[in-house]
T-cell receptor
Framework: GQNIDQPTEMTATEGAIVQINCTYQTSGFNGLFWYQQHAGEAPTFLSYNVLDGLEEKGRFSSFLSRSKGYSYLLLKELQMKDSASYLCAVNGRGGGATNKLIFGTGTLLAVQP | EADIYQTPRYLVIGTGKKITLECSQTMGHDKMYWYQQDPGMELHLIHYSYGVNSTEKGDLSSESTVSRIRTEHFPLTLESARPSHTSQYLC??????????FGPGTRLTVL
């Protein structure tokens, strides 16, 4: 079966660093995506990993280990506006042409002053 | 900035009505998707398309139907709306190897 696991909720302090983990079990793998979703809004794309290692984009970094079925999203210098749900999604079927994403339930991050 | 649009943004209708949710994108993407998401819950893929005249059902069973007559347009239709269809419907498009761009969503309430 297909399964993506993330913590349900996390709390962190403004200015700090937080790591959101994601583990997955899917039939096939063609990339892992992280999205940010504020309440009542559509998800917005944050990062994409298809090879092992760390991808850095400003305050956000994403890491992937395909052998472990594991990824994390690292948020640095947290700001209040970073309070949102963070969705891990895997393109887990067939060849690269499918781009069908399987979403986790999301991690609700609360940034406190 | 992603150019993907959905209308209406909010819709309240009575049971039994036929409705069409519109989705358009101006990025020339071949792949388009419809997701359903209840508040605080995960996204579920209900329909997708790899290009014109291509439509497939997603992982979550849905009573809706879709069509893809033009690359930029991917409407979703409910022939007879029911209260169980109350949800948020998100349209997305992508190209291979890129993240999906989501539209703003349509929040549907069926009374």
């Amino acid at each position: 079966g297909q399964n993506i696991d993330q913590p349900t909720e996390m709390t962190a302090t403004e200015g700090a660093i937080v790591q959101i983990n994601c583990t997955y079990q899917t039939s096939g793998f063609n990339g892992l995506f992280w999205y940010q979703q504020h309440a009542g809004e559509a998800p917005t794309f944050l990062s994409y990993n298809v090879l092992d290692g760390l991808e850095e984009k400003g305050r956000f970094s994403s890491f992937l280990s395909r052998s472990k079925g594991y990824s994390y999203l690292l948020l640095k210098e947290l700001q209040m506006k970073d309070s949102a749900s963070y969705l891990c999604a895997v393109n887990g079927r067939g060849g690269g042409a499918t781009n069908k994403l399987i979403f986790g339930t999301g991690t609700l991050l609360a940034v406190q002053p | 900035e992603a150019d993907i649009y959905q209308t209406p943004r909010y819709l309240v209708i009575g049971t039994g009505k036929k409705i069409t949710l519109e989705c358009s994108q101006t990025m020339g993407h071949d792949k388009m998707y419809w997701y359903q998401q209840d508040p605080g819950m995960e996204l579920h893929l209900i329909h997708y398309s790899y290009g014109v005249n291509s439509t497939e059902k997603g992982d979550l069973s849905s009573e809706s139907t879709v069509s893809r007559i033009r690359t930029e347009h991917f409407p979703l239709t409910l022939e007879s709306a029911r209260p169980s269809h109350t949800s948020q419907y998100l349209c997305a498009s992508s190209e291979l190897g890129q993240g999906s761009f989501f539209g703003p969503g349509t929040r549907l309430t069926v009374l």
